[in-house]
């Protein structure tokens, strides 16, 4: 009896604890899912303000997954799959911490822009512990296909409909799904479609499932070409290439798929044609790709931005911010990537972070078709002859990955986060076909267990403190941006409302985030703004005019921005030697930006003997921005 009652008390822990650690792992699967999920829904991560509510979903699966790990009784509980090969990112994570603390020009916005990778990293992390079998991995594609299934929905709503859905714009002509742009719709299609060619053509599963794939395969395909976008097109050209050679083992098949498929798109083309003379119309005005001079210009502006600081690169996200101090390249500032993420990357981590980002995708990729080509061809399952799971599996990785990384010298994929995480989760079925040396038990050791999942829950709570903090504070200065554009349209009275309520969100920014030095410059402008409207109230707005463009300075005196404003605010202030000499100093950081040679015509244009020096400047400003009107008008009045 006693034995029975001792033995009974030992089992019951160990029961508690498998069906806690069962528990655990399952959390930790649905919020990656969710998190995967919602992504797509919000945006695809691209927006401040939604992102901010995906925070909590990254802070579980860290808490879920240290809690897995506490309870764990086996060794086996324990692996990770391709642990080794996970481990080679963790020095480009590293290197993108120093980075942005330590070499970024705009270093908010760097510190912005590396929550989006630390999530990514969080999530090739936790799929190669927790999406441990194909089967799960399955469920998490099955999870994905809704939200991926309604950005094709809404991509073809704004074909046919006319309209744009995505915040419930009324623009017409343009297919960008739940993206800002079409190349970025394009290149999501496509990818989609890649991975969906092996499962259609490799004989896996049943006839009515292939068919019902290849429906699904041929919408994607059709969604891709209503976009009407010149590199989309090309994306889409390299993942058929990339699903022709994975999906066929025989060169003709290959061939004839790559045929088919341009012939299908040829006759789809062509039906558009007839049914919709706007698809023409526009179709053509890609393919003349009138903002080639912007693209052969950003692709320019990334190799010179190099060149300032080819080791460690100009910092994280920080390629418009800087474009404008380059002395030969004149473009808009919402130009804010060269579409291209090598030369991205290469311009703003330079060569340190590249080949610490490209010796692991060098690793992972070559590990994987290494795996894929030894893979075995056949299996007999269900008393028919299939592929095998491995090859059908790695099939629909190599897929994802190469088209992922090909369409990414067309577009700045580094720059979406949900991109950034789908290449990262890619990664995962390497894990489940490498041999044992790549499988890694992680902690086996109590202690060690304990501190391993401890540092995981104090790092879920602190990422979801500082992340939340980072992105509430970057989403007020966007809508106090916004707000503050719109008011430029309105009589006066609304124009003073608006900038009352812009300057609400621009503190609300600053509360979150001191340290972001653009929503200092946001509420220095804001507070000229309404100064102006208001200027016999001079001594009110003069003090918090100075206080807002020193604190923008005081933060980062090697931003142009920061010396523009404190210039204007000098001026305003009736100090005109200091403005001048702020003026030229903005200039001098800033020489292609509009907005340092604009205002320096301003100041000068009050000079009479300094009007043809005014001249010039508000030709230099014109010449980067010809249509504005401003510019238009200060020439006019120089001329008179």
Request: charged share 15%; hydrophobic share 50%.
């Amino acid at each position: 009896m006693n034995l029975k009652h001792r033995f009974q008390t030992i089992a019951l822990p160990k029961r508690f604890r498998r069906n806690a650690v069962r528990f655990f792992d399952r959390c930790t699967f649905v919020s990656l899912a969710l998190f995967l999920s919602l992504m797509v829904f919000f945006n695809f991560g691209l927006n401040y303000s939604t992102h901010y509510h995906l925070i909590p979903l990254v802070s579980l699966m860290l808490i879920f997954h240290g809690l897995t790990l506490i309870f764990s009784l086996r060794n086996k509980e324990s692996t990770f799959h391709g642990f080794f090969t996970l481990i080679l990112f963790l020095p480009f994570l590293f290197w993108l911490i120093i980075n942005a603390n330590f070499v970024s020009s705009v270093s908010w916005v760097s510190k912005l822009h590396l929550i989006f990778y630390f999530e990514a990293f969080v999530v090739i992390w936790m799929s190669f512990y927790h999406l441990n079998s194909i089967l799960r991995f399955g469920r998490l594609a099955a999870v994905l296909i809704i939200p991926i299934a309604y950005s094709l929905y809404v991509g073809g709503a704004q074909f046919f409909q006319g309209r744009i859905v995505l915040n419930e714009d009324e623009t017409t002509g343009a297919v960008t799904g739940l993206f800002y742009d079409s190349t970025s719709f394009v290149f999501f299609i496509s990818v989609i479609f890649a991975t969906l060619m092996p499962a259609v053509f490799m004989r896996y599963w049943e006839k009515v499932k292939q068919f019902g794939l290849f429906i699904f395969g041929a919408l994607f395909f059709l969604g891709a070409l209503l976009a009407q976008d010149i590199l989309g097109y090309g994306i889409l050209f390299m993942s058929l290439i990339v699903a022709a050679y994975i999906s066929f083992n025989k060169v003709k098949k290959r061939y004839y798929f790559t045929a088919f498929c341009l012939f299908f798109s040829g006759v789809i083309i062509a039906l558009l044609f007839l049914l919709f003379p706007y698809f023409k119309e526009q179709f053509f005005i890609a393919f003349e790709f009138e903002g080639s001079y912007y693209y052969f210009e950003a692709l320019k502006a990334s190799l010179l931005l190099f060149a300032k600081n080819p080791l460690a690169g100009i910092g994280l996200g920080n390629f418009s911010y800087l474009v404008p101090t380059l002395t030969s390249v004149a473009l808009p500032l919402k130009v804010d990537n060269p579409n291209n993420s090598l030369l991205l990357i290469l311009s703003e981590l330079g060569v340190v972070g590249l080949l610490l980002l490209l010796i692991p995708l060098f690793v992972a990729v070559k590990k994987c078709f290494k795996v894929w080509k030894e893979s075995p061809r056949r299996e007999i399952l269900y008393s028919s002859q299939v592929v095998s799971t491995q090859r059908f599996a790695l099939s629909i990785t190599m897929c994802l990955i190469l088209s992922i990384l090909l369409g990414g010298f067309l577009l700045s994929i580094s720059r979406t986060p949900f991109f950034i995480c789908l290449l990262a989760i890619a990664f995962t079925p390497l894990g489940l076909f490498t041999d044992s040396k790549e499988r890694f038990i992680l902690l086996k050791s109590k202690p060690a267990k304990f501190v391993y999942s401890l540092l995981s829950i104090l790092l879920a709570v602190s990422f979801f403190y500082d992340s939340r903090r980072m992105l509430a504070s970057a989403a007020s200065y966007e809508v106090g941006s916004y707000i503050l554009n719109e008011s430029f349209f309105e009589n006066e009275s609304e124009r003073l409302r608006l900038l009352e309520e812009a300057l609400f969100y621009a503190d609300r920014s600053l509360e979150k985030n001191k340290d972001n030095v653009d929503a200092w410059i946001l509420k220095n402008e804001i507070i000229n703004g309404i100064y102006n409207i208001n200027s016999f109230h001079f001594m009110e707005f003069k003090e918090p005019l100075l206080i807002s463009s020193k604190e923008a300075l005081a933060l980062n005196e090697s931003y142009w921005k920061a010396w523009l404003r404190y210039a204007i605010s000098s001026s305003v202030a009736g100090d005109s030697v200091e403005a001048e000499q702020a003026f030229a100093k903005a200039v001098e950081m800033a020489p292609q930006s509009f907005e340092t040679n604009f205002f320096m015509a301003v100041f000068l244009f009050n000079d009479p003997s300094k009007l043809e020096e005014a001249k010039s400047y508000a030709e230099r400003a014109l010449a980067i921005e010809p249509k504005n009107e401003l510019a238009l008008d200060m020439i006019r009045k120089l001329k008179i």
